[in-house]
């Protein structure tokens, strides 16, 4: 494998350290967690890009520099950032404390260049939610400025690197907006590309934009998805998990706000 895929770093040795691609087997369709592991939504962070750039319209960027101060800041309170399915996994077996969901939506190269170098050295995990049929291209769906997608070996790169590896649907459409087959293609479709990419199960799903009403919920879950993350959901669950945004902006002190906020907000959820 070409180490400059992910910042010249060597893949996670097999059978090292907890499996962060895929994590376990989704929950049958039907079925729930049991109520004792339920508990309030954990702090799930929300980035796009890691990247420096001169135009940034809509704010999915994070330079460098700031990304690995945030990292920094997490270390520091004696958190550690993981992918999704670790988290969850931890949750459901009661051992979560100081841990903080990282996810990265819609797959950009920088990813694999930028941001993974970074989780590595800070010793973090991730979850890389990637647009299956955009896979190599670029943000066709976005009217800012263009910006590389991962390409199939760098996808791979990251698994290796011990990051997870989740659907973002197949082309980044608002899902609401979708009659019953498309909806099932999105969900289905980029879930089997990805798992013949990564030759593993692929567990997790973001909605694009954060798009999801109650008929798009069942459907991730029908579908066999672990779990499904949100932005701001009306009731939060396993597959509606809320997220906060993480910007250029967002310093030490914007940082624990956020977490301050969280913990006013959904400490009454249950997921």
Known sequence: MD????GGLAPTPPGTGRSLVGGRPPTPPGTTRSAETAGPAPWVLMYHSVDHVREDPHRVTVSPQRFEGQLAWLRDRGLRGVGMAELLEARDAGDARGL??????DGYADFATRAVPALVRFGFGATVFVVSGRIGSYNAWDDGPRKPLMTVDQIRAVAAAGMEVASHGRHHVSLPGTGGCELREELEESRS??????????TGFAYPYGHATGREIEAVRAAGYDYAC????AEPGRHALPRAYIGERDRRLRMRAKLARHGLRWRRSRV
């Not at 180490?3 to 992910?6: D, G, I, N």
């Not at 949100?230 to 959901?233: A, L, V």
């Open 100 to 105: 903080v969901g990282l996810t990265f939506d």
């Open 3 to 6: 180490r400059s895929l992910v």
């Open 193 to 202: 590309t990805l798992e013949d990419i990564v030759e593993g199960p692929v």
């Open 230 to 233: 949100d932005i701001g959901p």
